[in-house]
């Protein structure tokens, strides 16, 4: 048996590259035939209204979230960790409570952005009052597409709303909640094969955001056993092999900040010392059996 680990194109950071490199490594232990392969040049094509692409493999470990070529694959009978629609679901913060709502997962007051095609299009007052009667200040701005923190704004008064309605109006975003009690704070759990694994606590000192990028930093945690199942009800929704979810606190429990089909989990063997690439690799292989 064959696989690949497919990566991006440009994205090198460690902590990036540490995951291809650790799954490589658990494959190769377990006998497995895998190489790393960058998304690079254009690997699939559509020509002559038909699809074809530059490699073949028995499973596809898809560590990307650009969508092209992972539903090219899929359509061509391949065999990818995660699924397409996983991916995209969990790409768009909105979509991803869309799709957990009416399940009693919990998850924090949201409303979805206005989107406006036109960068001079004024906000309208009415719009503003509605997020207003809704939402308490201080209150989240997010942008639907985003990482590592870098799109996630608290907003204090309408001033600083409307400044940030400004700069994400034209894009994806929503608005939400924020959950005070969980300031700098949040919980990680990665699930494989929509099983618990293992958790960790992220805190910041610094920001209301706790991830590791924006200078939160990790410890091993434990779950309860109603986070456990409620992860893995999560996974299951989704219909995802490998997730990293965050949690906010609130009242005593937790509620649903967002699903990473893509988590990172660099500092999270380092800080747990939980093995999550050799987790990976052993579920791929028994669905494959
Ligand atoms: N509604 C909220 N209330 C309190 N803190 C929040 C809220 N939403 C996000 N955060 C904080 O911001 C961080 C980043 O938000 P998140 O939605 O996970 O975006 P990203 O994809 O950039 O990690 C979270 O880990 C959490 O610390
Ligand atoms: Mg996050």
């Keep these: 048996m064959k696989g690949k680990i497919l990566i991006n194109a440009y994205l090198d950071s460690r902590e990036y590259l540490y995951e291809a490199e ?3 490594e658990e494959f190769e232990k377990l006998g497995v035939d895998v190489s790393v392969v960058r998304l690079d040049k254009y690997p699939a094509i559509i020509s002559d209204g038909k699809i074809s692409i530059d490699f073949f493999a028995d499973f596809f470990v898809y560590l990307d979230k650009d969508k092209y070529v992972l539903t090219m694959l899929e359509k061509s009978g391949a065999k990818v960790f995660n699924n397409a629609r ?18 009693g ?3 924090p007051k949201t409303l979805p952005g206005i989107l ?7 906000i309208k007052e009415k ?13 989240i701005v997010k942008e639907s597409y985003g990482s590592l923190g870098k799109r996630v704004y608290l907003v204090k008064n309408r001033e ?3 400044i940030t309605l400004e700069t994400v109006k034209t894009k994806p975003h929503l608005l939400q909640e924020f959950v005070e009690e969980s300031r700098g704070r949040d919980l990680r759990v990665i699930v494989v094969g929509q099983k618990y694994v293992g958790a960790m606590e992220r805190f910041s000192d610094v920001d209301f955001r706790s991830n590791v990028g924006a200078g939160g930093k990790g410890r091993k945690a434990d779950a309860s056993d109603e986070i456990k199942n409620l992860s893995e009800k999560i ?16 009242d005593g429990g937790v509620t649903v900040c967002e699903v990473n ?7 999270f063997e380092k800080v747990t010392g939980i093995n999550v690439a050799k987790n990976f690799a052993e579920y791929i292989l028994s669905v494959l059996k």
Excluded: H, W
């Design 22 to 24: 650790r799954l490589f």
């Design 86 to 103: 996983a991916i995209q679901t969990c790409d768009d913060k909105m979509s991803t409570y869309i799709a957990l709502s009416d399940s």
């Design 105 to 107: 997962v919990p998850m």
């Design 116 to 122: 406006c095609y036109n960068q001079n299009e004024k």
């Design 127 to 139: 719009n503003i009052e509605k997020i207003e009667k809704e939402l308490a200040y201080p209150l």
């Design 160 to 162: 600083e709303l409307l």
């Design 235 to 250: 996974a299951k929704i989704l219909n995802l092999d490998y997730c990293g979810i965050d949690f906010l606190y609130k």
């Design 261 to 267: 089909s893509n988590a990172y989990f660099f500092t």
